[in-house]
């Protein structure tokens, strides 16, 4: 195998301890659920929705992803209050255009509609699983 040029190696490199840093970051964030996260936890876990899988504080790319069901292309974010600050809205922006990029639907909720909404957030998540007759026939031509 040829040896890669220094400055590729270097990217490669780097790219590597970013996907660690996330992956370690992902596995913190597990262990340290807030109250909104936990309850929308208990709902998702173990295919309870639409029999779907889903994962929490999933590490995809250079983010962390509340939850994810890669079978559907669907992300939840849940929000608190510092997501209502400028900068923090503008990051939200950049990721979820991101997301929207790799081809994933993105629905954010704030933890209070969690923790107060908690049957209309589930039918919101369950409405995005479910897939409409327009996309079953485009994925069937």
């Excluded at 292309?73 to 939200?92: A, K, S």
Aim: glycine letters at 4%; hydrophobic letters at 40%.
């Amino acid at each position: 195998m040829a040896d890669l040029p220094l400055k590729q190696s270097k990217d490669s490199l780097s790219r590597l301890r970013e996907r660690a840093g996330v992956r370690v970051l992902a596995r913190t964030l597990r262990h340290s659920s807030t109250d909104a996260e936990q309850l929308l936890w208990r709902h998702l876990r173990a295919r309870q929705l639409g029999g779907c899988k889903f994962r929490r504080q999933y590490p995809f790319g250079i983010y962390v992803l509340d939850f994810v069901c890669l079978e559907r292309n669907l992300v939840i974010e849940l929000d608190g209050g510092q997501h209502n600050e400028t900068e923090q809205m503008r990051h939200d922006q950049i990721r979820t255009a991101w997301l929207q990029a790799q081809g994933f639907v993105v629905l954010r909720f704030w933890n209070h509609e969690v923790l107060q909404q908690t049957s209309d957030v589930l039918a919101r998540v369950l409405q995005a699983l479910t897939p409409t007759l327009s996309h079953k026939w485009e994925r069937e031509e």
